[in-house]
């Protein structure tokens, strides 16, 4: 229920019980460990949100000195188990700096990934893909626009690009195969090939993936790009933002980029062609 609903200020008990009923735990893999990370004072009355896909140092800092209430992500700040808190390391100097700012952090992972307009199906519309249907317990999968036969590291690796970054490193891996039916997994979707290639898939996208995860696409006839781990979830920051301003939509909003620094051949790409991994201009 909202604030205005409820009549009353927005908590971050509040702002976290709205948002656990849009994102159910129940979604998160068992191995996962999101949700309320950090609480100093549930009734806090939030005014300001700082939202980032990672509670990076930049975050931190950036929401203790201009005031924020609340930071959520989609990376949980806390994954490991927390051993110490000693400033000598990031961990701790960001859990000191929160606490003593107040600062409430809430992180919604996996069950993200997996929710209806979650990271998978903000992906797929930024792919301005067409009859988007679930596949596995987290992808989506659906039909290029185009009605044309695209190479991967051709034409649709250009229509990627322009979707997700320009900037961002974009890897192909041709299968041989045209661009008509893909399956996408935001973030790290190295075990999915199997899955999308059974459900009919001919294409898949995702983040990143180990490297011996590209000669199984290519024995198995599927192409592959990879856009990044960043620049395939980033998009469902606008997502959470939506959800934040729903509850209460005089709270103060912001997204952070977290964005870590990439070097790459400016016009280029990394492509998988005939088995050999070659450089491809962007703008193919």
Same mark, same amino acid.
């Given at each position: 229920m909202?604030?205005?609903?409820?009549k009353?200020?927005? &908590?971050?008990?509040?702002?976290?019980?709205?948002?656990?009923?849009?994102?159910?735990?129940?979604?998160?893999?068992?191995?996962d460990?999101?949700?309320?990370?950090?609480?100093?004072?549930?009734?806090?009355?939030?005014?300001?949100?700082?939202?980032t896909?990672?509670?990076?140092?930049?975050a931190?800092?950036?929401?203790?000195?201009?005031?924020?209430?609340?930071?959520?992500?989609?990376?949980?700040l806390?994954?490991?188990?927390?051993?110490?808190?000693?400033?000598?390391?990031?961990?701790?100097?960001?859990?000191?700096?929160?606490?003593?700012?107040?600062?409430?952090?809430?992180?919604?992972?996996?069950?993200?990934?997996?929710?209806?307009?979650?990271?998978?199906?903000?992906?797929?519309?930024?792919?301005?893909?067409?009859?988007?249907?679930?596949?596995?317990?987290?992808?989506?999968?659906?039909y290029v626009?185009?009605?044309?036969?695209?190479?991967?590291?051709?034409?649709?690796?250009?229509l990627?690009?322009?979707?997700?970054?320009?900037?961002?490193?974009?890897?192909?891996?041709?299968?041989?195969?045209?661009?008509?039916?893909?399956?996408?997994?935001?973030?790290?979707?190295?075990?999915?090939?199997?899955?999308?290639?059974?459900?009919?898939?001919?294409?898949?996208? &995702?983040?990143?993936?180990?490297?011996?995860?590209?000669?199984?696409?290519?024995?198995?006839?599927?192409?592959?790009?990879?856009?990044?781990?960043?620049?395939?979830?980033?998009?469902?920051?606008?997502?959470?933002?939506?959800?934040?301003?729903?509850?209460?939509?005089?709270?103060?909003?912001?997204?952070?980029?977290?964005?870590?620094?990439f070097?790459?051949?400016?016009?280029?790409?990394?492509?998988?062609?005939?088995?050999?991994?070659?450089?491809?201009?962007?703008?193919e």
């Amino acid at each position: 229920m909202t604030a205005k609903e409820n009549k009353i200020a927005p &908590t971050a008990n509040g702002l976290y019980g709205f948002l656990e009923e849009k994102i159910p735990k129940e979604l998160s893999c068992d191995w996962d460990n999101d949700g309320r990370m950090v609480v100093p004072d549930g009734n806090r009355t939030i005014k300001k949100v700082l939202i980032t896909l990672d509670v990076s140092e930049g975050a931190v800092d950036y929401a203790a000195e201009n005031g924020f209430d609340c930071i959520i992500s989609h990376h949980p700040l806390i994954f490991n188990p927390v051993k110490s808190v000693d400033v000598s390391f990031p961990i701790g100097r960001k859990l000191c700096k929160i606490i003593q700012n107040g600062i409430c952090v809430f992180s919604f992972h996996t069950r993200l990934d997996a929710v209806d307009g979650g990271v998978n199906d903000v992906l797929a519309r930024l792919l301005k893909l067409k009859d988007v249907e679930r596949f596995s317990d987290v992808g989506r999968m659906g039909y290029v626009v185009s009605d044309a036969c695209l190479r991967v590291s051709e034409r649709f690796g250009t229509l990627v690009r322009e979707a997700l970054s320009p900037d961002g490193p974009l890897t192909f891996i041709d299968g041989g195969r045209p661009v008509k039916k893909v399956a996408i997994v935001g973030g790290s979707g190295k075990d999915y090939l199997e899955e999308a290639i059974e459900a009919g898939c001919d294409t898949f996208i &995702t983040g990143e993936m180990p490297f011996n995860r590209y000669h199984d696409a290519k024995e198995l006839g599927l192409n592959v790009i990879l856009g990044g781990h960043y620049f395939t979830e980033n998009p469902v920051c606008n997502r959470l933002s939506e959800l934040v301003r729903e509850y209460d939509s005089d709270i103060e909003i912001e997204i952070f980029e977290s964005k870590p620094a990439f070097v790459r051949a400016k016009g280029h790409s990394r492509a998988i062609q005939n088995g050999q991994l070659i450089l491809t201009h962007g703008n193919e």
